[in-house]
């Protein structure tokens, strides 16, 4: 299954969530690959791997490369990944003078998901709504959302919500689905509070439970390539991302039952994105 880390706001803990989440997958013995859409890197550096020029899914999408000539191996047992680098910038531009423009990275993972060796591919996308976020949304079987406990990650909510729902009527991805929102950098506030609440009455049971801390151990991890579920298992924080894990896989163990007894049926039902306020 890939599934899409997606917000087109930036520094609302995607990337943290993308490479603990891998790594909290991998605990309970599922193989992972992580693909680095962010030009940026940082899921990359996060894994223990050095970014490095030519080595990222920017060959398979412009130069009809092989994506597994790409995997490389990472500090944690049965996660792999796909680099990102700086040239990945370039990529947009060149998608965008393509006829099928949005479908550049489904073409190039089918490959990969075919092959059977992964469990889960967990993409992180960039913090933009341009071509690479929505090539990841096309390709994807799923999104999950990071949302800040914040004010205004709110409005960041609707929009990534809204478009899912474009992915969906356009044809795009008719059967992307909202795997979760995951509510994170939550501090002990009246205002945190107050939006959490706030999510949680508006999306309902599209919300996880569990909740992440801020964590200043957070920030630490990345500089020593090791995800914070290695770095500092017993930290809140890493406590917390090893729930989400499990919530995430209780979440596709309810799911498929569901959709065997329905048909394929089973998806979170979303509200008008946009109107929750605190």
Do not use: W
Request: aromatic share 6%; with cysteine; net charge negative.
């Amino acid at each position: 299954m890939i599934v899409a880390v997606a917000n087109q706001k930036g520094g609302v803990g995607k990337t943290t969530t993308v490479v603990n989440l891998a790594a909290a997958l991998a605990a309970r013995r599922k193989t992972v690959l992580v693909v680095d859409l962010d030009p940026q890197a940082n899921a990359t550096s996060g894994l223990g791997v050095e970014p490095k020029e030519g080595v990222s899914l920017y060959g398979a999408l412009l130069d009809a490369a092989n994506t597994a000539d790409f995997i490389v191996g990472t500090t944690v047992e049965h996660v792999n990944l796909v680099p990102a680098e700086v040239n990945l910038a370039g990529v947009e531009i060149e998608l965008a003078r393509r006829a099928d423009h949005l479908h550049g990275v489904a073409d190039v993972l089918k490959p990969v998901v075919d092959s059977r060796v992964f469990d889960y591919v967990l993409v992180d996308c960039p913090p933009s709504l341009g071509i690479l976020m929505s090539n990841a949304l096309a390709a994807a079987d799923a999104v999950l959302v990071p949302m800040q406990c914040e004010y205004y990650a709110m409005e960041g909510l609707s929009v990534i919500l809204q478009l899912v729902e474009r992915m969906r009527a356009t044809g795009a991805n008719p059967s992307l689905r909202v795997e979760g929102i995951a509510m994170t950098m939550y501090s002990r506030t009246r205002l945190a509070d107050e939006v959490v609440a706030q999510v949680r009455e508006h999306y309902a049971d599209a919300v996880y439970k569990t909740v992440i801390p801020r964590s200043v151990r957070a920030g630490e991890a990345p500089s020593y390539g090791i995800p914070l579920v290695a770095y500092a298992p017993n930290t809140p924080v890493a406590q917390a991302y090893f729930a989400l894990a499990g919530e995430f896989l209780a979440r596709e163990k309810a799911r498929a039952a569901a959709a065997k007894a329905a048909d394929g049926k089973g998806d979170f039902p979303l509200p008008s994105p946009g109107t929750a306020r605190v």
